[in-house]
């Protein structure tokens, strides 16, 4: 099978596949502050570090009905997120923080999670987290319409602090993800966990 972007409805594809395609995907659990000083926390699968050195992440909110993401305009106003890794453990809180509330909820309320102050960014993060990398804002660009007219933004931040829970940190000095279990997304409604790791040198080491 083969079709042009937009058509999977003409192929028997009831959904667009792109996502079940592109996975699994990390999930970036966005916590930031508004300059209303309301933590806000969110989770963004079009998420990824997308590169080592300078160590930079990137995630792109589409707009909801209310205009863009209040996870985008808080990043705005303060030029700092958080981005939180989500174990099994936290599968559901993390789906209770995905609810469109107003912007003078928490979810870290909503969903009983503890906002920490984080060392180098005005922005929380939270505590539960076995791991967590605070963000200073590099840029926010704008991606092309889409057929609906909505534009999404693609957040670029630098990662400029590491946070660990000394627990999953191994004795060789390795973090220990097997133990933590981070999800992924998958398409649809689906997720995984990864409980399984396994190595694999490279011919050229
Ligand atoms: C696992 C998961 C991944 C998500 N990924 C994205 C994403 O990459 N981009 C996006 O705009 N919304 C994404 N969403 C939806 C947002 O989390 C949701 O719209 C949320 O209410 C945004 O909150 P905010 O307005 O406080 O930022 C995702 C939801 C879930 C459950």
């Known amino acids: 099978m083969?079709?042009?972007?937009g058509t999977h409805k003409d192929h028997g594809l009831a959904f667009n596949p792109l996502k079940a395609i592109v996975s699994p995907r990390p999930i970036g659990w966005i916590s930031s502050i508004g300059a209303n000083g309301i933590h806000n926390?969110?989770?963004?699968s079009f998420f990824n570090a997308v590169s080592e050195t300078p160590p930079m992440v990137a995630f792109s909110g589409s707009p909801g009905t209310q205009g863009d993401?209040?996870?985008?305009?808080n990043i705005e106003e303060t030029g700092d997120f958080v981005v939180n890794i989500v174990s099994s453990s936290l599968?559901?809180?993390?789906?209770?923080?995905?609810?469109?509330?107003?912007?003078?909820?928490s979810e870290f309320d909503q969903a009983q999670l503890t906002p920490k102050?984080?060392?180098l960014v005005s922005s929380p993060h939270v505590a539960e987290s076995p791991c967590y990398l605070e963000c200073k804002l590099w840029k926010i660009i704008d991606l092309p319409q889409a057929s609906d007219e909505s534009k999404s933004?693609?957040?670029?931040?630098?990662?400029v602090g590491i946070g660990i829970d000394d627990a999953?940190?191994?004795?060789?000095?390795?973090?220990?993800?097997?133990?933590?279990?981070?999800a992924a997304r998958?398409?649809?409604k689906d997720y995984a966990i990864i409980n399984k790791v396994f190595e694999l040198d490279r011919p050229d080491t």
Not at 94 to 102: D, F, G, K, V
Not at 168 to 182: H, M, R
């Open 2 to 5: 083969f079709f042009p972007s």
């Open 41 to 44: 926390l969110a989770p963004y």
């Open 69 to 73: 993401k209040d996870t985008v305009k």
């Open 91 to 105: 599968m559901n809180a993390m789906n209770i923080t995905s609810a469109s509330l107003p912007r003078d909820i």
């Open 117 to 119: 102050p984080s060392r």
């Open 153 to 159: 933004r693609l957040v670029i931040g630098e990662v």
């Open 168 to 182: 999953i940190i191994t004795p060789e000095g390795k973090i220990d993800v097997a133990k933590y279990q981070p």
């Open 186 to 188: 998958l398409g649809y």
